[in-house]
């Protein structure tokens, strides 16, 4: 069955570094990838989609790659601020599905002064 | 504000109570979801309705009955409540442009559902 993969453990960083964030899927062709920021007590809130003809799509502080030889996509934070600290969950959709999404469990990111 | 809002924020029922959960949206899309997030944070759809109409069905009980009145609105109805339906309950919309074009979700605040 398919399944998306993120780091279950936190990823602790320093202020002022870059936080990558890993998402691995197995029995699955997505045509995009969408990642999610959520917050605790509030719903996720879309930050970046990215399609599968597409190595790479930025956006202010935010990097994300698609790879689907490797069936991987890295979200990547730059310069990261402690008010980046949230769960990030990556997403994935195909044509035909009627814009479903199918989630991973998400990534907690913690950003220290 | 535009925005999916979706009512109530905390439910705290019962076993065996029959419950309903209300969301709107004032976005103009024309697709809607409900998804739940189990205690583990896995987000997992459980209806989708475009234009009124219902595209998608996952495997779920039939004790959870959705509604769509029109495309701004799509409810959420539980019969006979068990434990293990306590989850959070979030309701979503998106547009479509047809059959899935990736376009993002906005997602209303949850409804932590709780059932003793």
């Known amino acids: 069955s398919q399944k998306i993969e993120q780091n279950s453990e936190a990823l602790n960083i320093q202020e002022g570094k870059t936080a990558t964030l890993t998402c691995n899927y197995t029995?699955?062709?997505?045509?995009?990838l969408q990642w999610y920021r959520q917050d605790p007590g509030r719903g996720p809130v879309f930050l970046l989609l990215?399609?599968?003809?597409?190595k790479e799509k930025r956006k202010e502080r935010l990097k994300v790659t698609f790879d689907t030889t490797l069936k991987q996509s890295l979200f990547h934070i730059t310069a990261s601020q402690p008010a980046d600290s949230a769960t990030y969950l990556c997403a994935l959709g195909r044509t035909g599905g009627y814009n479903k999404l199918i989630f991973g469990a998400g990534t907690r990111l913690a950003v220290h002064p | 504000d535009t925005a999916v809002s979706q009512t109530p924020k905390y439910l705290v029922t019962q076993m065996g109570n029959d419950k309903s959960i209300k969301c709107e949206q004032n976005?103009?899309?024309?697709?809607m979801y409900w998804y739940k997030q189990d205690s583990k944070k896995f987000l997992k759809i459980m209806f989708s309705?475009?234009?009124?109409?219902?595209?998608i069905n996952e495997t779920v009980p039939n004790r959870f009955s959705p509604k769509s009145p029109d495309k701004a609105h799509l409810n959420l109805h539980i019969n006979s409540l068990e434990l293990g339906d306590s989850a959070v309950y979030f309701c979503a919309s998106s547009s479509s442009m047809g059959q899935g074009a990736g376009y993002g979700y906005t997602f209303g605040s949850g409804t932590r559902l709780t059932v003793v």
């Open positions: 309705y475009n234009n009124k109409e219902l595209i």
């Open positions: 976005l103009g899309h024309d697709t």
């Open positions: 029995n699955y062709s997505p045509a995009y």
């Open positions: 990215i399609r599968e003809n597409e």
